[in-house]
């Protein structure tokens, strides 16, 4: 079981977030811009956000912990993977450290977490990536190597970063309105719409 973090489990985007807060809405439209436009990979856009955040490690925690909300169902859906021996990751483009402490506040430390990191600075943080890929974090690859080991592979996600990886698994959840959604459907990509995890945990267990 592979799931997304910033945007599926969440409301929000930890960088989105922390940039707004540090540099401006105008500053963040931008680089959504060149993102959107194809001027710029989600590497590179992911590194300029970082650049642009300037505070402490707690200050953006504790930014994060009064901005962001999870999906209240994700416990239960953790808990039903538990019971049912089902291998639950978290796969993300985002930063690990910030992504462990928010699931810690929520009861779920023990949730596995694959992602990229940074190291903060007073001028600008620093992205440290899993890869060499354009998304600084190949989430397929993990996808394919559950594949090869025997498993049916689930994805859950909602945005540009999870394209590849759902179209590796066997069975795709896409959270509803969003790009995972749009591109699925125009690949015809067989793929569930969801709100809730609530949905998710219906659907799977």
Known sequence: ????????????????????????????QRLERELAAGTMSLREVLSAQARNVRCAFDEAD?????????????????????AAAVPLRILSSGIASLIEHALARQGMA?????????????????????????????????????????????YVGDGYSDYEASLAAEIRFAKRGRSLERFLRERGAAFVSFDSFAEVRRALF
């Open 62 to 82: 504790a930014l994060l912990a009064a901005q962001t909300h999870f999906d209240p169902a994700f416990g239960e859906f953790v808990h039903a993977c538990e």
């Open 110 to 154: 023990g949730v596995p977490v694959l992602a990229n990191d940074a190291d903060p600075s007073p001028d600008g943080w620093v992205m440290r990536y899993r890869d060499d890929s354009d998304n600084g974090h190949d989430k397929a690859l993990a996808v394919r190597a559950a594949s090869g080991a025997g498993y049916r592979t689930v």
């Open 1 to 28: 079981m592979f799931v997304d973090y910033d945007g599926t489990i969440t409301d929000g985007d930890t960088l989105d977030i922390l940039m707004r807060s540090c540099a401006g809405e105008d500053a963040w």
